[in-house]
């Protein structure tokens, strides 16, 4: 879920065309997620092949996000979950249980014939497995895109990489790659331009947004360490918030007091005594600096077979994103990609 600063947040919107040749580190599991809760059938089943296994992701990673590389230039690499710090349990059993009530919902809506509340209650029933990871990490491969397994939070190595120049921002729909570090921010990289809100039953149109950590910490005359304690009070996937504090109520308790210790009692006693650990979890993340952001080798007669032959896809869909990516590394040249991913 991530924390939430909406109301306080200082973003720009932006086109695509903004974005046209700059790189990426992709927050890979929320980025499939999204697929998975947008391309379903009308009542809400996601695409599946003959044996059952699901191909939404596949199908946005092969259909939607080689447009953005195609016909925007950009340049992706994907970063993949690792290993979950301990304090993140809570909030993902926390998950797990509203999926579970959602798909509970989803059954009885189709029972009814309730297609629009079916699909409403579907789209939160998402569940990415490892099956599911491994068939998109192959993908990736056979398409050349470049990937990268985090040792822990995603996020924290895509801000890592942002951090350190080798790619020109981080995305992801959360806001926590902030409390990471990453200088630059881009949410709704994507081509759909929509979002569905199960809540109302609707699409709503997106565009890209930028957010600058520093113009975002500048702006509000705070550091990382104090938007790191302010999102504490909120409450992020490690720790539960305050009751009653939002976003700008914390932003004003921490303009005022300067960090948590100082803060009144009143405050200060709802937080559990862990938030030091919170806090070191997004200050000194567990990241890697073995990663490799050069496109690789396209491999044509292997990703036909694994998406055609192996998951059932339409042979002259896949035959055409084949054609505009062998023109696209033909146009790059194989030798030069590496130096065109900056």
Sequence with gaps: MGVYLTPIIIKKDVELEDLKGKSFAVDANNYLYQFLALIRKFDGTPLKDSNGNITSHLAGLMFRTTRLILEYKLKMVFVFDGKPPLLKMRELEKRREIKLRATEEWMKALKVGDYEAAFS?????????????????????????PFVQAPSEAEA???????????????????????????KLVRYLTITGKEYLPSRKMFRPLKPELIVLDEFLKYHGITLPQLVDLAILIGTDFNEGVTGIGPKKALKLIKTYKKIENLPYEFASKLADNYNEVRKIFLEPKVTEDYNVEYGSFREEELYNFLCNGRDFSIRSVKTVISRMKKFYSEMGQTSLGKWLK
């Design 157 to 183: 190595q895509a801000a890592y990489m942002a951090s350190k120049g080798s790619v020109w921002a981080s995305s992801s729909k959360d806001y926590d790659s902030l409390l990471f570090n990453t200088p």
């Design 121 to 145: 209650k579907a789209v939160v029933t998402s569940r990415l497995s490892q099956t599911m990871i491994d068939d998109a990490k192959r993908l990736l491969d056979l398409l050349g895109i």
